[in-house]
């Protein structure tokens, strides 16, 4: 799960950097506030990849992925891209943990088949 969550986490990253960007262009924001809402938010991604298996980690990451459909406020482009990388996050968290647990089941297979005559 670790590789896929924290896959999405750093494409969000870049996505919020590049939003950023393009938050700067809006009159009405001050291009600091928009650097410190996106800093905030882009190091809390990759804050995220390191606590990902932790208690709470999939709930922060949640928090992040409704945080980003909420900034289409501000660019509206943010709704279908937060709603994107939403489905992402749904996709890392179902699939990575079925990864785990097919991985935790290979693990204690024995290691080979019987050979014939033992």
């Not at 809390?44 to 990849?49: K, P, R």
């Not at 937060?82 to 489905?87: D, E, I, P, R, Y």
């Not at 991985?103 to 204690?108: D, E, G, L, N, P």
Request: aromatic fraction near 12%; charge should be neutral; include cysteine.
């Amino acid at each position: 799960m670790r590789t896929l969550c924290s896959s999405t986490l750093i494409g969000e990253f870049f996505v919020i950097g590049f939003a950023a960007l393009v938050a700067m262009k809006d009159p009405d924001l001050s291009t600091s506030t928009v650097w410190l809402v996106s800093g905030i938010a882009m190091v809390l991604c990759v804050a995220l990849c390191g606590v990902i298996t932790r208690p709470g980690g999939v709930a922060l990451g949640w928090a992040l992925q409704i945080a980003l459909v909420a900034s289409g406020v501000f660019v509206p482009t943010m709704y279908f891209l937060g709603l994107v990388f939403a489905a992402l996050w749904w996709a890392s968290v179902h699939y990575g943990r079925k990864i785990d647990e097919a991985k935790a089941r290979f693990a204690v297979q024995p290691d080979g088949p019987a050979a014939p005559g033992s």
